[in-house]
């Protein structure tokens, strides 16, 4: 998986560069298609300066997966947090779309399967 990271008014320090690519490579292991293929833009940052409450971070992350394209956006108090929870959500909407692939083959198994019997049946 290429993984491209952009910063947005916060310094981008080698820490958190390799803790967004430890954390958006481990998603890699719920991913069925050829992985070299597959491009992740991650972009992190502080939304305001002047927020009331204290800073608030972003972690935003588009998959370019084989079919679709998956979006996750979390905000954060803390800019780690919200790397977590944005990798946590990338990791349901590939799972959620591999079941989905999977129930549609089951699917069509079933009616090939329900074919056949009646083809069997009527003979």
Do not use: C, W
Not at 16 to 34: L, P
């Amino acid at each position: 998986m290429n993984i491209s990271i952009k910063a947005t008014g916060i310094e981008m320090t080698p820490a958190i560069h390799d803790y967004v690519t430890e954390k958006i490579g481990s998603v890699e292991r719920f991913i069925s298609a050829d992985r070299n293929t597959i491009m992740a833009a991650v972009e992190i940052g502080k939304t305001t300066n002047h927020h009331k409450l204290g800073d608030l971070f972003r972690a935003e992350i588009n998959l370019d997966y084989p079919g679709t394209q998956l979006r996750v956006e979390v905000e954060e108090e803390d800019l780690y947090a919200a790397i977590d929870e944005a990798k946590d959500d990338l990791a349901e909407e590939i799972k959620t779309i591999g079941k989905k692939k999977m129930t549609l083959l089951k699917r069509g198994g079933r009616l090939i399967k329900n074919l056949l019997r009646g083809f069997s049946r009527n003979k």
